[in-house]
């Protein structure tokens, strides 16, 4: 059986005594529960603080993007080796915000790819359609598109022990969710495209729906038969939501 996750993405928010108190929180509550896992993606500066609040919990954490350099003149970027001498166990990579604002090509998100799992990390590959792609019925095209360049630089046997993240665009940050057949629909296109290939990597492949979601729409998002968890954006930084979330899963 596929693990099933939730996942939090803190993004570019809080503070050293705003962290303090949420993840006393979440370490006190989260409870260990074979096959799931969950995790909580922080700035670098806070993966320190993460380490010395979670490593005895039941929380994995992780970084929200890594370097696609092992080391050398590249002036503001973390490698993934320096993320994973923190305990991570997570990092994502091609999130939409990445791709966007930060202009990072599905070629770029492919070596970061690789070089997470070099380090050891978990890569959770991002991949989702803008709203005007969806209206132009361009959805599995782009995400197809996302998850090839990742399989064609790294091999299909890379996603083994990796994680997929479907996150439409039109559904992040807006309060306007896919609806749970709309995600399965595209979870489920994403799967037999893998499984087109390799049966067994498709079927181990954790897909995780991200895009608005909260403890009100959590559980029916998670029965889904191909969504495998959860990635949290604004929710996760509400202990009270994120623990309902993962209440769901
Ligand atoms: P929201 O949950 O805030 O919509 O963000 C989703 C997301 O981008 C998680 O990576």
Redesign the pocket.
């Given at each position: 059986m596929r693990n099933r996750l939730v996942i939090g993405?803190w993004?570019l928010n809080g503070g050293l005594a705003q962290n303090e108190s949420l993840l006393a929180k979440l370490a006190a509550d989260v409870d260990g529960r074979i096959g799931c896992i969950c995790a909580v993606t922080v700035p670098f500066p806070y993966l320190s603080q993460a380490k010395s609040r979670l490593q005895h919990s039941g929380i994995a954490w992780g970084s929200q993007d890594v370097s696609r350099f092992e080391s050398g003149a590249y002036t503001g970027e973390v490698s993934a080796a320096m993320v994973a001498e923190f305990g991570a166990k997570f990092t994502?990579v091609g999130?939409?915000?990445r791709r966007v604002i930060f202009c990072e090509t599905d070629a770029v998100v492919a070596q970061k790819f690789g070089s997470a799992q070099r380090a050891g990390l978990t890569p959770v590959l991002?991949v989702g359609e803008t709203l005007a792609e969806r209206d132009a019925g361009l959805t599995e095209q782009v995400v197809m598109r996302q998850l090839d360049a990742v399989i064609a630089a790294q091999g299909l046997a890379a996603l083994v022990g990796a994680v997929l993240?479907y996150?439409p665009v039109w559904?992040?940050?807006?309060g306007r969710t896919a609806s749970p057949a709309e995600a399965e629909a595209v979870h489920l296109a994403l799967r037999q495209h893998v499984a087109s290939v390799d049966a067994q990597v498709a079927g181990d492949l954790p897909i995780l729906y991200?895009?608005?979601?909260k403890k009100s729409n959590a559980a029916e998002l998670f029965a889904m038969p191909n969504i495998d968890g959860g990635?949290?954006?604004?929710?996760?930084l509400v202990a009270e939501e994120f623990l309902g979330i993962w209440a769901a899963l």
């Amino acid at each position: 059986m596929r693990n099933r996750l939730v996942i939090g993405n803190w993004k570019l928010n809080g503070g050293l005594a705003q962290n303090e108190s949420l993840l006393a929180k979440l370490a006190a509550d989260v409870d260990g529960r074979i096959g799931c896992i969950c995790a909580v993606t922080v700035p670098f500066p806070y993966l320190s603080q993460a380490k010395s609040r979670l490593q005895h919990s039941g929380i994995a954490w992780g970084s929200q993007d890594v370097s696609r350099f092992e080391s050398g003149a590249y002036t503001g970027e973390v490698s993934a080796a320096m993320v994973a001498e923190f305990g991570a166990k997570f990092t994502l990579v091609g999130h939409s915000e990445r791709r966007v604002i930060f202009c990072e090509t599905d070629a770029v998100v492919a070596q970061k790819f690789g070089s997470a799992q070099r380090a050891g990390l978990t890569p959770v590959l991002c991949v989702g359609e803008t709203l005007a792609e969806r209206d132009a019925g361009l959805t599995e095209q782009v995400v197809m598109r996302q998850l090839d360049a990742v399989i064609a630089a790294q091999g299909l046997a890379a996603l083994v022990g990796a994680v997929l993240a479907y996150e439409p665009v039109w559904a992040i940050g807006t309060g306007r969710t896919a609806s749970p057949a709309e995600a399965e629909a595209v979870h489920l296109a994403l799967r037999q495209h893998v499984a087109s290939v390799d049966a067994q990597v498709a079927g181990d492949l954790p897909i995780l729906y991200g895009g608005s979601v909260k403890k009100s729409n959590a559980a029916e998002l998670f029965a889904m038969p191909n969504i495998d968890g959860g990635l949290i954006g604004g929710a996760s930084l509400v202990a009270e939501e994120f623990l309902g979330i993962w209440a769901a899963l």
